[in-house]
């Protein structure tokens, strides 16, 4: 199976800065370890529909949600198994679950996508 580690959230005041990270930290079966993949952030907020937050695509091309550019950027390592979301001048809006996502490619994992169980991010006022 695939699994994915995220780390990174908790409670923040208004203004401060939180870095989530998302690693595959299982791969189904040695050669999905060259599966081609993207790799992304999403996040929940109570009572919300879940939406895009930014990406890393298989061409390496990272991809931030115009409502959170200039505050939010993302970057991935050199083996493209992981993801870091930094986020800055948070404010009480993105208190959310913000959950990783990997899309796969090729057909070398038997299924689309994974997800991670989500990590939370509170901010207060």
């Known amino acids: 199976t695939v699994q994915l580690q995220e780390s990174g959230g908790g409670s923040v005041r208004t203004g401060g800065s939180l870095r989530l990270s998302c690693s595959i930290s299982?791969?189904?079966?040695?050669?999905?370890?060259?599966?081609?993949?993207?790799m992304d952030w999403h996040r929940q907020a109570p009572g919300k529909e879940r939406q895009f937050v930014a990406s890393y695509d298989r061409f390496g091309r990272a991809q931030v949600s115009p409502d959170l550019k200039g505050r939010f950027s993302i970057s991935q390592d050199s083996a493209k198994r992981t993801i870091d979301l930094q986020m800055n001048a948070l404010s009480p809006d993105d208190t959310a679950r913000y959950y990783c996502r990997v899309v796969w490619f090729d057909g070398c994992v038997p299924w689309p996508d994974t997800w991670g169980q989500g990590i939370e991010v509170t901010v207060s006022a």
């Open positions: 299982r791969f189904y079966g040695t050669s999905a370890t060259t599966c081609s993949r993207d």
